[in-house]
């Protein structure tokens, strides 16, 4: 079946433009987690939504970011003024319940490099 | 808010040894602790998770421990196979059910 698909698989931009990055997750997961792998580093929290909850922002690393789940499924996040420190992986993951019970499924990740 | 250190950063094993690797975490209620493998150019994979009412898991070459007092908690592989060879990552989970990584350790096993 198919997995996480996020696209585009790579990304590069230039310094101050704005990007969207998508992500659709498997068909009937609820929740739906943003995360930023910086070159060599660990997994940073960005956003989580779970079904049709108020999404957690609290990883967002400045108002520059932000993230929307349309209908429950597909998700964009979306980077205005892009930075040099935004180039890194950005990682989607979705899962069918919350994260203690069912696990994360990722997807292959966007590179973002910023010129 | 949760946070969870982990060690080594990088860990280099002969094919046969085994590899330990460990995390510490900081908010006492957390209660689900899962282990995550990724390789190059993947997105991370489940591969063993413990939960806080047991204090060993085992999945064949592949076990975790926890230490609830101490905040610990540990993976351990055996008879390290090249394949082995990967990025893992421990993670805990928080009250408002967001998974927090730790930094990972790269695993080389050499044949």
């Known amino acids: 079946g198919a997995g996480v698909s996020q696209s585009p698989s790579n990304k590069v931009t230039e310094k101050g433009k704005d990007v969207e990055l998508r992500c659709d997750p498997i068909?009937?997961?609820?929740?739906l987690y943003w995360y930023r792998q910086s070159l060599g580093q660990g997994l940073e929290f960005l956003i989580y939504f779970q079904g049709n909850s108020a999404p957690d922002k609290s990883g967002l690393p400045s108002d520059r970011f932000s993230a929307e789940r349309t209908g429950g499924s597909v998700s964009t996040l979306t980077i205005q003024r892009t930075q040099q420190e935004d180039s890194a992986v950005y990682l989607c993951?979705?899962?069918?319940?919350?994260?203690?019970?069912?696990?994360?499924?990722f997807g292959n990740g966007t590179r973002l490099t910023v010129t | 808010g949760e946070n969870v250190e982990q060690h080594p950063s990088t860990l280099s094993v002969q094919e046969g040894d085994s590899a330990v690797i460990k995390c510490t975490y900081s908010?006492?209620?957390?209660?689900?602790f899962p282990w995550y493998k990724q390789e190059l150019g993947k997105g991370p994979q489940l591969i063993i998770d413990i939960r806080s009412n047991v204090g060993e898991k085992k999945d064949q070459r592949i076990a975790v421990t926890l230490n609830k007092t101490a905040k610990h908690f540990s993976l351990h592989i055996t008879e390290t196979q090249p394949e082995d060879s990967a990025v893992y990552f421990c993670a805990a989970i928080t009250d408002t059910d967001k998974l927090i990584f730790g930094t990972g350790t790269r695993l080389q096993v050499f044949p």
């Open positions: 908010d006492s209620a957390s209660n689900y």
């Open positions: 068909s009937g997961h609820t929740a």
């Open positions: 993951a979705s899962s069918l319940g919350t994260g203690r019970n069912s696990p994360l499924h």
